[in-house]
């Protein structure tokens, strides 16, 4: 692409840097920003600025927070006994979303996958093993991706509590809402046979 | 969706508030920034709101521009009499990166369209015809997308110019390279026969 400005040309290959934006999405994002006010554009450039320079990590749980302990582990109405295990803050964000979970959460960083070179020490699993001897947690809930790096996690993370009398259970897998059972795979459809559920508790949730 | 940080979710409606992004997409975007340094962070921020703050239009030809003229008019390589007439800056850098075409332009702003509002006053019509009669322009070549619009657009500017002596022509319509005749549609087939050239003249491309 040839600009007649630097100005343009600079602001389109910041926005090409970005995932899954391209120099034609990045033009078209710059050209809408020129016709909008001076103020909201700086506005959202000094959002942005703002949010990476004094965002924090909730030195509990390790969720994105604006204070040393985010909002959830604060919230004195949640079951603090009870800790669900995510990847990554983009669990805890849909889990929220599905406003039905009300205990606290622990963010792992990421899962151990040795073929990408991530082992259990680049990964808050250490704070988590200390915290739930420290906080006398009764469950812990791994709500991982099912695949082998998610089973290797959540298998390390159960030797390491061998003993401590800590529950440990895992979200349920199933045929989705809405989902087809002949477009299922035949591991989650042999799963929800083998883990079957009375149908009271199908209807009611519980 | 529920965010446990007021930082994250300004960051993520700011960005979601650009066209063709919506929350979950708005939501990537911000956590790649946040594993991104700070100062790239800032210099992102910093250089949209710069853009906007201090890009100018060109003065002759409404061009983006860092100075007051443009450097594609500056540029005294390019042939001062020849004026490529387009909507918006849009098609000035695709034309630029055919790097085929030698003149200058003029970007009206958009194209006359009753039905939304827009009439000759509210576009850059006026000081094309003064600038066509002051710079004893030689030719003004029309790339404006072919629809209704863009031909009545056509039309008013050549009755403007009326008994000036300008050649007014348009760009080629024609089956684009790569294109299957089958597909083309009727008035695109019919025309490229109508304007049917030498075998030569395809061949050279002049």
């Not at 343009?8 to 006010?37: C, Q, S, W, Y």
Request: charged share 20%; glycine share 8%; with cysteine.
């Amino acid at each position: 692409m040839q600009f007649s400005s630097s100005l343009l040309e600079n602001a389109v290959n910041e926005f090409a840097k970005l995932p899954g934006i391209g120099k034609k999405t990045a033009l078209r994002l710059v050209l809408h920003l020129l016709k909008m006010d001076a103020s909201n554009v700086q506005g959202f450039g000094e959002t942005l600025i703002r949010m990476r320079q004094e965002i924090k990590f909730c030195q509990r749980c390790y969720n994105i927070a604006d204070a040393d302990i985010c909002s959830i582990c604060s919230n004195s109405m949640r079951k603090q006994e009870l800790i669900c295990v995510v990847e990554s803050i983009r669990e805890v964000i849909a889990i929220e979303s599905t406003q039905q979970y009300n205990g606290i959460y622990h963010v792992l960083g990421g899962i151990i996958s040795p073929l990408d070179g991530i082992g259990p020490d680049q990964l808050n699993i250490e704070p988590l093993v200390s915290r739930v001897l420290k906080e006398h947690t009764q469950e812990l809930i791994f709500a991982l991706n099912p695949n082998i790096q998610g089973d290797t996690t959540i298998y390390y993370i159960q030797k390491k509590l061998q003993g401590s009398g800590v529950k440990v259970t895992t979200i349920a897998r199933g045929i989705a809402f809405g989902g087809e059972l002949e477009y299922a795979d035949e591991m989650t459809l042999a799963r929800s046979i083998t883990n079957r559920l009375p149908v009271e508790s199908y209807r009611t949730g519980k």
